[in-house]
């Protein structure tokens, strides 16, 4: 949650000359209002549902980048399709988090005292996060230009010399 999963994915994409997808965008279009309502409105439960199936209609239909919500790993299937893909877990530490995501109305698991939720959803899914990634990638002081070459760098893979800026 806010350690630029989107932004990061994006750029990774483009560097890559690949298509980019936003499981969280996904679910938007398909219920036509904000993630942050959905919880609201429905609960977790409904939202957890929803997103399993967005994830799984992605990793079998899209060849890209592919960005998945901070809960996603929840789900012990989405977890089993993950087991063979090149999965990055952004890191960052709770002062990082709290600064990027304040108390932000649109993300509703940080709404009453975001540092105390985002230490508890962290322990919670840390754990997860490793059991599916294959590279840990630390996001603290370091922009989205730098944390994208990161990624690249621990993946090992090459950009898309079509992609490459000039100077």
Not at 26 to 41: M, N
Not at 70 to 77: C, F, Q, Y
Not at 118 to 146: F, H, I, N, S
Request: aromatic residues 4%; negative net charge; glycine residues 10%.
């Amino acid at each position: 949650m806010g350690v630029g999963k989107s932004t990061v994915g994006a750029l990774l994409a483009g560097r890559l000359g690949l298509p980019y997808r936003d499981t969280d965008d996904d679910i938007v279009a398909a219920e036509g209002r904000p993630v942050s309502e959905i919880f609201v409105d429905e609960g977790e439960p409904y939202f957890r549902a929803v997103e399993k199936d967005a994830v799984r209609t992605a990793l079998a239909t899209h060849e890209g980048v592919l960005a998945l919500g901070g809960g996603a790993v929840l789900d012990p299937g989405t977890r089993a399709l993950l087991v063979d893909r090149p999965v990055v877990f952004l890191s960052m530490d709770v002062a990082e988090a709290v600064r990027r995501t304040g108390l932000d109305v649109a993300r509703p698991l940080l709404a009453v005292n975001p540092r105390r939720q985002w230490r508890e959803l962290m322990e919670a899914r840390l754990p997860l996060y490793r059991e599916v990634a294959r590279v840990v990638v630390p996001t603290d002081g370091r922009d989205p230009e730098e944390v994208a070459g990161a990624v690249l760098d621990a993946l090992g893979l090459p950009p898309d010399p079509s992609q490459e800026k000039t100077s």
